[in-house]
């Protein structure tokens, strides 16, 4: 059974750091590339970063130098890293897997960050 588990958001003041967890199983993780999206209210799913099967990385603008995504294989995990958070920060925090050789792409249940004071 796929699975894709997002942990970690919660309620954040601006200029603070979250850590976002999302763990995988039942797939080939080491395979897949690996993303977080988010979506705020009212407003579509965005991509945030990706990491690639091979390390590699992009980010969207908007959160570039102030996010960092990374991934350990071993633990079948990737992580977000967040600092200096934004309230425009503020939405629900989606992990996606790809593998574009099988057109195969798996999504987690969502976790929501808030950024306030």
């Known amino acids: 059974q796929v699975q894709l588990v997002e942990s970690g958001g919660g309620l954040v003041q601006p200029g603070g750091s979250l850590r976002l967890s999302c763990a995988a199983s039942?797939?080939?993780?080491?395979?897949?590339?690996m993303s977080w999206y988010r979506q705020a209210p009212g407003k579509g799913r965005e991509l945030v970063a990706a990491?690639?099967?091979?390390?590699?990385?992009n980010y969207a603008d908007s959160v570039k130098g102030r996010f960092t995504i990374s991934r350990d294989n071993a633990k079948k995990t990737v992580y977000l890293q967040m600092n200096s958070l934004k309230p425009e920060d503020t939405a629900v925090y989606y992990c996606?897997?790809?593998?574009?050789?099988?057109?195969?792409?798996?999504w987690g249940q969502g976790t929501q960050v808030t950024v306030s004071s």
């Open positions: 996606r897997a790809d593998r574009s050789s099988t057109y195969t792409t798996y």
């Open positions: 039942g797939f080939g993780f080491s395979s897949y590339a």
């Open positions: 990491i690639s099967a091979g390390g590699s990385t």
